[in-house]
Each structure stands twice: as C-alpha cells, then as structure tokens.
C-alpha cells in the first residue's frame, strides 16, 4: 500500500473528522474547491531516504508535508483566523501521537518510527488556496518500521 494510503488512514481517525486530498500544489488547489473542510492536506512525496541495515533490512525514511486546513472567508483578517490556527495545531498534534501508534493491521507492529528528540515543523498557512484556507502546514519525518512485500 502506498505511503499516503497509511497517512489518510490515520488521518480517518482524527477528532476533526477531517477530509484528504493528496497532490502536487497545483493540484490541491483543484481539489480545495471540491473539498468539505477541515481537510489534510499531503503534498507529494518529494524524495525518501533507503538505509540499509547491516541484518539486511533497509529502513524507508519519508519526510512529508501536510497541511492541517479550514475554509475562511475572504474578507477577514489574520487575527479573525487565529482561532482556526489553533484548531489545526491540535489537529497536528493528535496526528502526530496516532501516527506513532498506527497499525496497517490490528495484529502488526507499528507502522512507522516517530523518533523523540527529532522536531516536527508546523507554521500557520493564513488565506491559502482559491477556496481560501487557513490552518497550520507540518513538515515531519516518518520512518517505517515494515514495509509492504511486492508480490
């Protein structure tokens, strides 16, 4: 299963109940206007790290950004915003933790390594996309701890 699957996965489980849309920025911005928001956002992948083991294994390293997002009006100012920004941090937040505890299956280990000590980023995204958005972009690096056999 592809890397976004497992992150929409986990995004189904947030508080929000926010909606996915995944894509290049252009296409996000297409998507936006057919969204119901909140929405997460997962720009493409824009690289991964393999790093062999020396038992054999090679561990997947994915650095991702999300964007955690509500629909604004137009005519309101960054301050008027804020409280959306808040939303989506908590948003981040409990994506974070679930991530840490995602299991493909019930009967798996965890899915991915969130290394303590290693800083997720977040900024707030103010008045973003033609439906015009605000909410909070996350930087954050994800490392598999499986990784799905081709058969």
Known sequence: MPIRNHIEAITTTLTAKPTFAYGTANELNRLADEQHFPCVFLFAIPAIELSPAINGSVDNTFTVYLEFLFQTNFDQYT???????SKALQMANEFIAKAAQYRAHPTEARFFKIKSGIKAKCTPVYNKYDVNTTGVG????????????IH
């Open 79 to 85: 301050a008027d915003n804020e409280m959306y920004v």
């Open 138 to 149: 996350l930087t954050l690096v994800l490392e598999t701890m499986s990784f799905d056999a």
